[in-house]
Nanobody, 119 residues
Framework: QVQLVESGGGLVQAGGFLRLSCAASGRTFSSYMMGWFRQAPGKEREFLTAIRWRSGLTSYADSVKGRFTISRDNAKNTVYLQMNGLKPEDTAVYYC????????????WGQGTQVTVSS
């Protein structure tokens, strides 16, 4: 089993930036792809972006394309989410998750980190 721990959340003013980290440990070789999601109060969980460990291939939701960037450091088993131009509507709990294969469900989740953007 893979374990995931997010960090880097906090309070930031609109227009600011944050970088979230997601450190993977345990059976990391079983992880094929990592994704970032968020969930705001009263809203459904939203997919943001994903990256494949081996190829580095990425995908983005339209809502964050051009503002958020996902990257990974294979040596550190860590995935990052660089968030620029933050808006109050980006306020949410951000989660990273792992999927074991292409098209597989994300079946391992971190505990989440709170991001609050003030206007």
């Amino acid at each position: 089993q893979v374990q995931l721990v997010e960090s880097g959340g906090g309070l930031v003013q609109a227009g600011g930036f944050l970088r979230l980290s997601c450190a993977a440990s345990g059976r990391t070789f079983s992880s094929y792809m990592m994704g970032w999601f968020r969930q705001a109060p009263g809203k459904e969980r939203e997919f943001l972006t994903a990256i494949r460990w081996r190829s580095g291939l990425t995908s983005y939701a339209d809502s964050v394309k051009g503002r958020f960037t996902i990257s990974r450091d294979n040596a550190k088993n860590t995935v990052y989410l660089q968030m620029n131009g933050l808006k109050p509507e980006d306020t949410a709990v951000y989660y990273c998750a792992s999927a074991a294969g292409p098209g597989a469900e994300y079946d391992v989740w971190g505990q989440g980190t709170q991001v609050t953007v003030s206007s």
